[in-house]
């Protein structure tokens, strides 16, 4: 697999030396990327781009509309019975 397309905090599933396991992606490295393991006991932190089987893209959550939004409905009205 290509590393062009993986950015700092996506998630790869990954298969190197026989073991298969989950790690968020901390950067890119010459031939590879640098990894932050999700399982115990998995001390790879570095692999090859050869060794990356799947791979999910981060979304960023949506921003927060404006508390000056007219479409929100207020609470007021309720809360002054």
């Known amino acids: 697999m290509q ?3 993986i950015a700092p905090g996506d998630m ?3 298969s190197s030396q026989g073991r ?3 790690a968020v992606v901390r950067g890119a490295v010459l031939g590879g990327l640098d990894l932050d393991p999700i399982e115990r006991g998995v001390s790879r932190r570095r692999v090859k781009a050869g060794d990356v089987v799947e791979h999910w ?3 960023d ?3 927060a509309e404006s508390a000056n ?3 929100q409905r207020s609470f007021d009205d309720l809360l002054d019975r």
Request: no cysteine; proline share 6%; hydrophobic share 35%.
């Open 61 to 63: 959550r949506p921003r």
């Open 57 to 59: 893209a981060r979304t």
């Open 20 to 22: 298969i396991f989950h």
């Open 3 to 5: 590393v062009d397309g």
């Open 12 to 14: 790869v599933r990954v």
């Open 69 to 71: 939004d007219r479409r």
